[in-house]
């Protein structure tokens, strides 16, 4: 599985949505309020076991920028 | 369920969204009525002044009070315990934040046994399996108030189902246990009566410590069955041989000592105690007689087994957590195994006995039939959540429910049953909906399968459509509804000489019966009604 679909597979889980786009952002995704946002943070962290600062956490605030958080840190 | 939750921190990630309504931040301000029940979730907040925190501690008592005075008394109302999560401690002598939680949690306690609706919750159990550096995520509860980590919400999620099913009294009956290798060491018919692993050292105090906890759950109402591949002398032998045997024939309600397949066994076990394969888990050290259970009787619960005897203990635990721990327990828990004695005997009496009625009039039989109350409530709601045989409807219902059901008017009664032999207690229950000034409709009617093969049913029905028309009453409607369980039921009501109006296509029967007539009642029974 590329990294695009495990991501957006946790989403839809911490979502509970049956479908989420690579659009998908804080702003147009009304359940990625700040503590869902926070439950994904914590998910990824897991999933990918790595650590996330509160500053990297915070810039996550669309898909495009999870994606490119996580690259940064998964080498 | 509309859930409202009091709480001082975060705690969306762990009780969830859906249904549920949060406080703000300590705001006891609001307390809703148009839930459909309430809990309490406060946790010690992080401040190194620890007098301070002890004082903002003990104020959580008058504030819980003062919700509790103001929230709707008929819902349910949960209570967690508090845990000091963080432990921040700067001198070890000072003990006032112990103190404060510890009264805190008393506090809770008391109210638990004061108002049926308060039910309190050990959040330690729970928190007691982690570290403090677990337990708390420094990084999230600063980002959000997290105070407990949400990295360990997923096993919350379990853990708090589990105590979910408890408070709404669901939970296994029987537990049907292996005897070689799981509860005595060694095997029997190799080692003899003396040779095998039980009391002494270790490894025979493990075993022994195992059985008497299996005794103490039969005291919580657990009924205890034995399946082994054995010869029965050599068991028998063993139980009144071996002077470190706690567990004996007299505390088991089902044996099978054979030479057959177990899963056979279980079914015939199931067919004896007249209780469903889904209300049994299977114990055995042997994994392929647990994938032997496994594969052929789904229903049944099949726990790992530990391999090593000092963990019989930890494995005991989570049995009990996992299927037999019950909120509360009541007296007829306390004596099942007594009743289950007693039923014996009543067969055993009815073979000498050529015709039905003789053996009737012989046992001596009593009904005490009563209106639903305070004290009673508690065992209705936990036979409506249990019987699945004689039900003619099964609808599960919890007792806040029913309590909401008579304040809307309806007609609950339950009946006692006692013969010569025992008390069986109170193990049959009727429900009524009043739909006109005329009509009431049944929507619940049951009977524990321990007192059925005796009329009971019959003369408690008849002997309520009687009181019923004492109080004015003159139509009755009642449905029967059709599950893998309750065939023996389908033609109850045609038995009883009420119409049946339709059947659709599932099976469902509706009927209807004029109370023109007064019932006449078998004499056979001694019949009561408070």
């Not at chain 2, 109402?221 to 002398?233: E, F, H, M, Q």
């Not at chain 2, 009543?346 to 050529?354: L, S, T, Y």
């Not at chain 2, 429900?431 to 408690?460: Q, W, Y």
Request: aromatic share 10%.
């Amino acid at each position: 599985m590329n990294l695009n679909d495990k991501v957006l597979e946790i989403m839809r889980e911490v979502f509970e949505m049956d479908t989420v786009s690579t659009d998908a952002s804080q702003k147009n995704c009304p359940k990625w309020d700040s503590l869902h946002h926070l439950t994904l943070a914590s998910e990824l962290e897991d999933a990918f076991d790595i650590e996330l600062e509160p500053e990297e956490i915070a810039e996550m605030t669309d898909f495009s920028r999870v994606i490119a958080m996580l690259e940064s840190k998964v080498k | 369920m509309a859930t409202f939750v009091f709480r001082n921190h975060t705690v969306e990630p762990f009780l969830g969204y859906e249904g549920m309504t949060y406080s703000g931040y300590d705001d006891i301000s609001v307390v809703p009525h148009d839930v459909d029940r309430y809990i309490w979730l406060y946790q010690v907040p992080v401040n190194a002044d620890v007098q301070q925190l002890a004082q903002e501690v003990e104020s959580y008592c008058g504030k819980l009070d003062l919700v509790l005075n103001s929230a709707d008394e008929r819902k349910p109302f949960i209570i967690f315990s508090m845990v000091d999560l963080a432990r921040l401690r700067l001198t070890g002598a000072d003990t006032a934040l112990q103190e404060a939680i510890m009264g805190f949690n008393s506090h809770v306690a008391q109210l638990s046994r004061q108002r049926s609706n308060v039910k309190w919750v050990d959040l330690e159990e729970f928190t007691s399996r982690y570290g403090t550096d677990v337990l708390i995520n420094w990084k999230f509860y600063l980002m959000s108030q997290t105070l407990l980590n949400p990295k360990l919400a997923s096993d919350f999620h379990i853990w708090w189902s589990r105590i979910q099913d408890q408070l709404d009294l669901k939970r296994k009956k029987c537990l049907v246990l292996d005897l070689d290798n799981t509860l005595w060491g060694g095997v029997l018919g190799e080692d003899g009566p003396d040779g095998i692993q039980l009391g002494g050292d270790y490894p025979g105090k493990a075993y022994t410590i195992w059985q008497r906890s299996l005794l103490q759950l039969t005291r919580q109402g657990v009924i205890l069955a034995v399946c082994s591949k054995n010869n029965l002398d050599d068991v028998l032998e063993a139980w009144n041989a071996n002077p470190a045997m706690v567990l004996k024939q007299e505390h088991f309600a089902a044996m099978r000592i054979n030479w057959l397949d177990k899963a056979s066994n279980l079914q015939s076990m199931a067919e004896e105690l007249n209780i469903g394969l889904d209300s049994m888990v299977f114990v055995d050290d042997n994994p392929a007689e647990r994938e032997l259970i496994k594969q052929l009787l789904p229903q049944v619960e099949v726990p790992d087994f530990p391999d090593k005897p000092y963990l019989l203990m930890p494995f005991y635990r989570d049995l009990v957590e996992r299927f037999f721990r019950a909120y509360v327990v009541t007296d007829e828990d306390r004596s099942k195994t007594e009743q289950y004695r007693a039923n014996a005997l009543r067969h055993a009496e009815q073979a000498h006995f050529a015709d039905l009625e003789s053996y009737l009039y012989s046992l001596d039989i009593e009904l005490d039939i009563m209106p639903a109350d305070e004290h009673n409530l508690p065992r209705i709601a936990q036979m409506t959540q249990k019987t699945n045989q004689f039900n003619l409807t099964t609808r599960r219902y919890t007792q806040d429910q029913l309590r909401q059901f008579i304040d809307q008017g309806w007609m609950i009664y339950c009946v006692n049953v006692s013969d010569r032999f025992g008390d069986s207690g109170i193990t049959g229950t009727i429900c009524l909906k009043p739909v006109d000034d005329l009509t009431l409709h049944i929507d619940s009617l049951l009977l524990s399968c321990r007192v059925l093969g005796k009329g009971i049913e019959e003369a408690f029905v008849k002997t309520v459509f009687n009181l019923l028309r004492l109080d004015g009453y003159r139509r009755i409607t009642a449905d029967y509804l059709p599950t893998a369980k309750n065939g023996q039921t389908a033609d109850f009501y045609d038995r009883m000489g009420m119409a049946c109006s339709t059947t659709d296509a599932e099976g469902a029967k509706h009927y209807q019966l004029s109370l023109d007539s007064v019932y006449q009642v078998n004499n056979c029974y001694n019949i009561k009604v408070k």
